[in-house]
């Protein structure tokens, strides 16, 4: 991989389900995820994307090779999800700061 290519948007929503899936199987808080998703959108390049991802081990079959299109609608789910748990995240520290102001 060459780590100067410009990211994708695709390339993006990658790392941001496997992100997903760290965050569901405990590796990391939803702080830590929020803000490495904050990182994902803002990434340039692939390097600025693997640096993300660096310290989490590598989730079972993420190599395999698939058709392009299988994991497409699982995807858009966990996108979704992920905005949910997002909303979530905003709507609770929007009432922590109204109340402790």
């Given at each position: 991989m060459d780590v100067e290519l410009r990211a994708s948007d695709d390339d993006r929503h990658r790392v941001v389900a496997e992100l997903h899936r760290h965050t569901t199987a405990g590796r990391?808080?939803?702080d830590e995820f929020s803000e490495r998703v904050g990182a994902v959108w803002t990434a340039r390049t692939l390097g600025d994307l693997a640096v993300l991802t660096r310290d989490l081990p590598a989730l079972p079959g993420a190599g395999a090779s698939t058709p392009a299109g299988e994991h497409l609608g699982h995807g858009r789910r966990e996108l979704l999800v992920l905005?949910?748990?997002?909303?979530?995240?905003?709507?609770?520290l929007g009432g922590f700061l109204a109340i402790t102001r």
């Open positions: 990391l808080t939803l905005f949910a748990v997002a909303a979530v995240t905003l709507l609770l």
